[in-house]
């Protein structure tokens, strides 16, 4: 699966508003794959239908975090030593604090905030969250399902990935969604890697299996080449493995052009990056420069 252009809304990302209006936006202007939280892929089909877009147009990928995954976090501000500086409000892209408040809805666990706050306000917590496991009974698109692994535990991620692939052997609209694995390399070796990834392939069976190369986590807002060159370096070890890989974390304009320039082949997952070009634009600015990212994107992934 290469030269894909795949937009991400964010796991922890449930402001159905939101989510719909980006999803609609990236679908109009070309993309491929939507990566967006369990809690919002019905109404989130339901729309495009309503809309008269084709669900067949596109791969539908949901995710689910390990217990400890950042992924599956969410901030929170404790109002005792809250100074009510407002210096966190502005680390957020998503627009979640209202000190000493955080929309959890919004909130998808990126821990700026907590970095912004030099009165030790902000601490996050693992949501409990059975969104996922409520999707699978349901009669939806389900093309990719993405498991988030990057906690320190092998034994933890074993035990849980068991469980979630009998989830999906088991219900009506996973039962042939590919497996995408999003680790982020600072928890594991590239032997580790190795290991863990080729474990998880022979427990996938024989579902297509890809990983999400996480190379900087949360990090695609700042658009710095530096930020970006992390994540292609380590989607070119995952692909020295034999695996399809999409890039994520800290992917941007620059992204594109780098791993066509070292000989990766492969797909890219836009999300804060994305999210932050199109912010107070008009609707039509908007569609036009979303259009030309993703025409740029496929073009040099592709080339
Ligand atoms: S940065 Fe810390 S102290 Fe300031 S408003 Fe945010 S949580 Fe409160
Ligand atoms: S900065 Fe990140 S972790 Fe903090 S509230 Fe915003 S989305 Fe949540």
Not at 171 to 179: D, E, M, Q, R, T
Not at 199 to 215: T, Y
């Amino acid at each position: 699966m290469n030269g894909k252009f795949k937009l991400i809304t964010g796991l922890g990302n449930k402001d159905k508003n939101k989510v719909k209006s980006l999803v609609f936006l990236w679908a109009k202007a070309g993309a491929d794959i939507f990566d967006v939280s369990p809690a919002v892929v019905p109404l989130i089909q339901e729309a495009i239908v309503e809309n008269g877009l084709k669900l067949e147009d596109y791969d539908f990928c949901t995710s689910y975090a390990i217990e400890g995954d950042f992924h599956g976090k969410k901030a929170q501000i404790d109002s005792i030593k809250c100074k009510l500086c407002n210096k966190c409000v502005k680390s957020c892209i998503e627009g979640a604090i209202n000190p000493p408040n955080i929309d959890e809805t919004k909130c998808i666990g990126c821990a700026h905030c907590k970095k912004a706050c030099k009165y030790g306000a902000i601490h996050l917590y693992d949501e409990i969250d059975h969104s996922f496991y409520d999707l699978l009974k349901k009669d939806v698109k389900l093309d990719t399902v993405e498991i988030h692994i990057s906690i320190k535990d092998k034994k933890t991620i074993k035990d849980e990935f068991k469980k979630i692939i009998k989830a999906l052997d088991n219900s009506k609209c996973a039962k042939n969604s590919k497996i995408s694995i999003c680790f982020n390399r600072k928890y594991f070796s590239n032997s580790k890697a190795e290991k863990i990834l080729a474990k998880l392939k022979e427990m996938s069976g024989e579902r297509e299996f890809l990983v999400q190369a996480d190379g900087n986590s949360m990090n695609g807002a700042n658009n710095s080449l530096s930020g970006t060159i992390e994540t292609v370096a380590f989607g070119l070890f995952i692909k020295s493995l034999g695996y399809d890989v999409i890039l994520s974390g800290g992917c941007n304009e620059f992204t594109a052009e780098l791993a066509k320039n070292v000989g990766l082949q492969c797909s890219i997952g836009y999300g804060s990056f994305a999210r932050k070009m199109t912010e107070n634009l008009s609707e039509d600015e908007k569609l036009k420069i979303a259009k030309e990212f993703v025409r740029k994107t496929k073009e040099l992934l592709n080339d």
